[in-house]
Nanobody
Framework: QVQLVESGGGLVQFGGSLRLSCAVSGSDYTIRAMDWYRQAPGKQRELVALLSSRTLYADSVKGRFIISRDNARDTVYLQMNSLKPEDTAVYYC????????????????WGQGTQVTVSS
């Protein structure tokens, strides 16, 4: 079993920055991909940034957000710069993993979500 714990959300002024983190804990697993989603009121959950064999960003955040992971590959970060009010949402960390004894099966885990609010 894998658990994800998010942190780093909060209130920031227009143009400010925040860094979200997502710590992964567990054992006997390999991370295939880590990514960040967000969901604003009245909107569907959308993919913000993906980190796997390649890095992918939503058009709305390209040039402003950076996804990264640490050397141990147990934490994923989302550096958010030049924040805009339209970035206001609950941000969710997501990880896709394979367990060592069942490599043919993929599992998906979600963080609890962290609120990001950008004021005008």
């Amino acid at each position: 079993q894998v658990q994800l714990v998010e942190s780093g959300g909060g209130l920031v002024q227009f143009g400010g920055s925040l860094r979200l983190s997502c710590a992964v804990s567990g054992s006997d697993y390999t991370i295939r991909a880590m990514d960040w989603y967000r969901q604003a009121p009245g909107k569907q959950r959308e993919l913000v940034a993906l980190l796997s064999s390649r890095t992918l960003y939503a058009d709305s955040v390209k040039g402003r957000f950076i996804i990264s992971r640490d050397n141990a590959r147990d934490t994923v970060y989302l550096q958010m710069n030049s924040l805009k009010p339209e970035d206001t949402a609950v941000y969710y960390c997501h990880v896709q993993i394979q367990y060592s004894n069942s490599s043919a099966v993929f599992y998906n885990y979600w963080g609890q979500g962290t609120q990001v609010t950008v004021s005008s």
